[in-house]
């Protein structure tokens, strides 16, 4: 059964390689990311029943708009995936300005905040619907020069397990580790090391059906995409 499906960061690398695999397996795939050229790309790639929408997540008025119009048109997401997120630069924490570590507060915490309070009144209003936010390696272990990064991510362990505490039965919340990938931001921070991993698009190939199948019997629990 087609499934709908909102992803955030849907337009590069672990969100672009998802919304592709799940258009292709025959899902309505509704996707967001911060460029406008990469939203009009994909619009071009995939063009309807699918949708890619320029937003912000950290913008909580632009999340709520863009909420309300896929909710007008399509109802409540079955699935949705809180994927958008930024890297640090890689440095001591103390290295880092304030113009550096905010904006990484603001997406990866601020922004899945955001995104379920659009979002999610309308699945708990149907009594069912899978939120998956997108934790880390980094989010349940440490290591040096990643210091915001590694503190956004626990504190999407901890939202998205206190959530699943709030939500009716027959609903689920997981944070979600995707394993190692070869993407832009592991690049970013381990350049020499990252063409070791899975790209993207294999990793979708595995991701894909394993979000398919996660339910109410996982609400709660950290998972890891089985690599």
């Known amino acids: 059964m087609a499934r709908l499906i909102v992803i955030t960061g849907a337009t590069r690398g672990l969100g672009k390689a998802l919304a592709a695999r799940f258009a292709e ?20 790639q995939w063009g309807k029943p699918h949708e890619f929408t ?22 409540p997401p079955d699935l949705l995936i809180n994927n ?40 708990v209003r149907k009594g069912q619907g899978v939120i998956v936010n997108l934790s880390s390696g980094w989010g349940r272990s440490t290591a040096p ?24 039965a027959g609903m689920a919340a997981i944070p979600l580790n995707p394993g190692i990938i070869d993407t832009d931001m592991l690049r970013k921070c381990w350049a020499e090391g990252a063409s070791r991993y899975p790209k993207p698009e294999a990793w979708a190939a595995k991701a894909a059906p394993f979000l398919l199948q996660l339910g109410p019997k996982d609400n709660g629990q950290s998972l890891s995409v089985p690599l």
Request: with cysteine; glycine share 6%.
């Open 25 to 44: 397996m025959g899902h309505m795939v509704i996707g967001c990311g911060r460029s406008r050229q990469h939203v009009e790309a994909l619009t071009r």
């Open 84 to 123: 958008a997120a930024l890297m640090n630069r890689v440095d001591k924490l103390w290295n880092l300005s304030a113009a550096e570590f905010d904006p990484v507060i603001d997406v990866n915490i601020k922004g899945v905040a955001n995104v379920i309070r659009h979002f999610v009144p309308a699945m």
């Open 54 to 75: 320029c937003v912000d997540v950290a913008d909580d008025a632009a999340v709520r708009h863009w909420a309300e119009q896929v909710l007008t048109s399509h109802g």
């Open 145 to 168: 020069e990643v210091a915001a990064y590694c503190a956004t991510k626990f504190a999407v362990e901890g939202l998205t397990k206190a959530l699943a505490q709030e939500l009716p």
